[in-house]
């Protein structure tokens, strides 16, 4: 399985970018999809995920009514769009997938998730 996550890029304060990330190979639709990211000097960290049947989302606090995850499983991609980003929001953001088939649940647990990709930058500007 592999994950490449696209469309980082830099803006300002209270802008939009909308993030994808293509699987190829294994069973994307049984799979849960999540964001993570990690911003300089600090610990890679859940952002938010969706269930292999879009069923179910998780969003942690600070991403809350700002950003907003997706599916597509006709066409293996997810989505991450992103909307009133603040300069906290600058990270690098991956794209990972949890291998566990139908899973009912998002895990924010780095460990549950198998699949990663390599990662795109999200620079936020004051």
């Known amino acids: 399985v592999q994950l490449q996550a696209s469309g980082g890029g830099s803006v300002s304060t209270g802008g939009s970018l909308k993030l994808s990330c293509a699987c190829r190979g294994g069973t994307f639709s049984t799979y849960v999809m999540a964001w993570f990211r990690q911003a300089p000097g600090k610990e890679r960290e859940f952002v938010t995920g969706i269930t292999w049947n879009g069923e179910t989302t998780n969003y942690a606090d600070p991403v809350k009514g700002r950003f907003t995850i997706s599916r597509d499983n006709a066409k293996n991609v997810a989505f991450l769009q992103m909307n009133s980003l603040e300069p906290e929001d600058t990270a690098v953001y991956f794209c990972?997938?949890?291998?566990?088939?139908?899973?009912?649940?998002?895990?924010?647990?780095?460990?549950?998730?198998?699949?990663w990709g390599p990662g795109t930058l999200v620079t936020v500007s004051s």
């Open positions: 990972a997938a949890d291998r566990t088939l139908w899973r009912r649940v998002v895990s924010t647990r780095t460990e549950e998730y198998t699949y």
